[in-house]
């Protein structure tokens, strides 16, 4: 009976060049595993691999050779642990993402929960090509946004308070980019060098910074054969729903207009920059269709 590679890579199991072994990828959001998972893993290691796991490029697991025969054994172990394999080929890959906010001083956004979120609406979505996402909390970029097809960077928009202000001058020594400064006790905000880091806003002793989170999206990013930095098209997005609404124009627009087994970033410049971004903006302010 033929082996259907093709089928056991979409789940996972991707070829070994020894015949008849797979290493196996598993299914991680964000980075994130409990322990009771990590533990089941360790077993299914043991018990059907050769006692080890690869830790990927993209905060997956990965368990080289397991056995041919040995494939619907180790879903059924991985499950009893709450693991699920992962999927290759052309579809939305995982989605990775650092600890963002609720561990990390400098996280400007929740971004486990943004990355369950994505993963939830588009992971394994059937297109011409592999896709990825990542999501990152501030302007630190732990994660490299930029490398990824839709890239998801957390940020501040940051507006004065002057009544909160005593004029120390904390958040003009904290901004890196040069865009507060202080004049006859007046703050200043520069806008067009302003890259919405928050650093201003954390530094503060006083509070005296209105803060709205949002998102700095990038599009485009590839890091392999070719290496593009993806291109931001909406400077600042504040709003969670638009959000989503421009992540989805993204896949919409590779799934319309790629050719099999093309990269998005290819997509953009074979059929026009301007008409992407046509769509994007469409998208955010609520007029595609």
Known sequence: MAVDYATLKKGGFMRQKQKNNFSLRLRVVGGHLTATQLAQVAKVAEEFGEGYVHLTSRQSLEIPFI????????????????????????????????????ICPSGCIDTYSLAKEL?????????????????TGCQNNCLKTEENDVGIKG?????WKEDACINCGVCVKACRSGAITMEDGKIKVDREKCNYCGRCAKACPTDAWDVTEGYIVSFGGLFGNSIVKGSTIIPFIDNHDTLLKVCDEALNFFAENANPGERF???????????????????YNGTGI
């Open 119 to 135: 993963d939830e609406r588009y992971y394994a979505k059937e297109l011409p090509h592999k896709f990825k996402f990542g999501v």
């Open 265 to 283: 970033r290819f997509t953009i410049n074979r059929v026009g920059a301007d008409k992407f971004e046509e769509r994007i903006k469409e998208a």
């Open 67 to 102: 056995k041919l025969d040995d494939v619907d054994k180790v879903k059924e172990a991985l499950a009893e642990g709450g693991v699920a394999p992962g999927v290759c080929g052309p579809r939305v890959r995982t989605i990775t993402s650092c600890q963002g906010n609720a």
């Open 155 to 159: 940020g501040y928009k940051v507006a």
